[in-house]
């Protein structure tokens, strides 16, 4: 099992970045998937998750500027960055969920990929 992340880089003070992630095998439909950060400092906190249901759920900070999404078909979960701000700066994470039935999951986590914001 294989996550793939992609797409941070160095962006300005109100500019966007979308950040991809790619699940290798067939965990991807069977998965809840976030994305979280960890500044420099700071414990690693989770921005935004997407259920394999379908619902999504939100951290306050970003709620209104970023958007999560999955495409099963395609085995990616994007978020769509927005409003970018300084405080945003992080490394960020995909994590996957992989139901294994009778109530239990694993976790497994992408290598995290650098979001710089500049003031």
């Known amino acids: 099992v294989q996550l793939q992340a992609s797409g941070g880089g160095l962006v300005q003070a109100g500019g966007s970045l979308r950040l991809s992630c790619v699940a290798s095998g067939s965990i991807f439909s069977h998965s809840d998937m976030g994305w979280f950060r960890q500044a420099p400092g700071k414990q690693r906190e989770l921005v935004a998750a997407?259920?394999?249901?379908?619902?999504?759920n939100y951290a306050d900070s970003v709620r209104g500027r970023f958007i999560i999404s999955r495409d099963n078909a395609e085995n990616t979960m994007t978020l769509q960055m927005n409003s970018l701000q300084p405080e945003d700066t992080a490394v960020y994470y995909c994590k996957a969920n992989v139901k294994r039935g009778w109530g239990s999951a694993v976790n497994y986590w992408g290598q995290g990929t650098q979001v710089t914001v500049s003031s």
């Open positions: 997407i259920f394999l249901s379908g619902t999504t």
